[in-house]
């Protein structure tokens, strides 16, 4: 299957700084990515959905300025903690779609564990 | 409203025994559906997928899941399972549109046990 490489992994940060976490597409073009958040034990919760070459589409509740999406190639979103505080703490996962076909289906990346101190 | 509901949190069961992972969807539109495994701090890897056609379905890992378009349910199965399969299983489904997103069940923790 399609490898979505998502970097880095583990990610510790300071509070009050910014941290970036990439989501790439290896071995396919993704038009379209999405960023999901995941709690302790908790299902993943959509944060936004990034579009090649356009503004993300972000889910209700979810803050646009703090949570920077970029999507500027079609193998690449960039997910920007902005001011980072320990409640932002948690597990961000990036998923991409293949375009084309009947399912257009999605591969997920491994996930980044932000923890803010 | 769309939603998934994952009817058992957590599933404790013996190594070689059979199992089953229950998922319920509620939607208006043709859906495609998915299960998806989570392993500790990883992303999510796809077991399997319903898109049309047959409604037994068979995945990765020995996987199973009929899809029942009358009881909108899309169980999870599997004949015997390992150690290794101790995991978070999440059930998903998005409507056919190629726009629509992924909506996600609360997610199953399974837990095989010597």
């Known amino acids: 299957g399609a490898v979505v490489s998502q970097h880095p992994s583990r990610v510790i940060c300071k509070s009050g700084t910014s941290v970036k976490i990439e989501c790439r597409s290896l071995?396919?073009?993704?038009?379209?990515m999405f960023w999901y958040r995941q709690f302790p034990k908790q299902s993943l919760m959509l944060m936004a959905t990034?579009?090649?070459?356009?503004?993300?589409?972000?889910e209700q509740g979810v803050e646009k300025d703090k949570f920077l999406i970029n999507h500027a190639s079609l193998t690449l979103s960039t997910l920007t903690v902005t001011s980072a505080h320990p409640e932002d703490s948690s597990f961000y996962i990036c998923?991409?779609?293949?375009?084309?076909?009947?399912?257009?289906?999605?591969?997920f990346g491994q996930g980044t564990r932000l923890t803010v101190v | 409203a769309q939603s998934v509901t994952q009817l058992d949190s957590q599933v404790p069961v013996f190594e070689e025994a059979p199992v089953e992972l229950r998922c319920n969807y509620s939607?208006?539109?043709?859906?495609?559906l998915f299960w998806y495994v989570q392993y500790p701090n990883q992303g999510l890897q796809l077991l399997l997928k319903?898109?049309?056609?047959?409604?037994l379905v068979k995945g990765i890992n020995g996987f199973e899941a009929e899809f029942n378009k009358s009881q909108t349910s899309f169980h999870l199965r599997k004949p015997s399972v390992h150690i290794s399969d101790t995991a978070e299983y999440f059930c998903a489904f998005r409507g056919s549109s190629n726009t629509g997103k992924l909506i996600f069940g609360q997610g199953t923790t399974l837990q095989v046990k010597p």
């Open positions: 990034s579009n090649e070459g356009s503004k993300a589409t972000y």
């Open positions: 319903y898109l049309s056609g047959s409604t």
């Open positions: 071995d396919f073009q993704a038009t379209t």
């Open positions: 998923s991409a779609r293949v375009e084309g076909g009947v399912s257009a289906e999605a591969f």
């Open positions: 939607s208006s539109v043709s859906v495609y």
